[in-house]
C-alpha cells in the first residue's frame, strides 16, 4: 500500500494528468489495502483529482513563464506584444468556445 502511494508521490507531475477513472482506480487499489468505505474512496477519488487539476495549472503556469521568459530574452518578441498575443487568443478562444456551445444547443434541440 505505502509502495503504491510513493508510486502516486514520485509521478509528480503525472498527477496532472490524473483524470477521474485513474484517480477512481488508485482509490480502489487504496480502498481494498486500508479497509476504506466506498463514501471515503470516493472521496480520495475526488481529491486526488482537485490535486491533479492543481498540479497540472502549477506545470502550465511555470511552462508559461518560462516560454514567455525566453521569447523576450530571445527577442523574438516584447513584452507589449506577447501580452498583445494573449489578450486576442483568449477572445478567440472564448469565441470559439462559444459558438461550439451554440452548435451543440442546435443539435441536442434538433434530437429532442
Sequence with gaps: MVEIIKKVVKIGYGLGLLSLA?????????????H??????????HELMANSEKA????????????ESALI???AASKGELKTAKKFLKKRARRVKD??????????????
Excluded at 459558438?99 to 429532442?112: E, G, H, S
Design 36 to 45: 476504506l468505505s466506498d463514501e471515503e474512496s470516493l472521496k480520495l477519488a
Design 99 to 112: 459558438t461550439l456551445k451554440a452548435k451543440l444547443k442546435d443539435v441536442r434541440k434538433r434530437r429532442a
Design 56 to 67: 497540472s495549472q502549477e506545470v502550465l503556469a511555470a511552462a508559461s513563464r518560462y516560454f
Design 73 to 75: 530574452k530571445s527577442g
Design 22 to 34: 485513474e484517480a477512481k482506480k488508485l482509490a480502489s487499489k487504496v480502498k481494498k489495502e486500508l
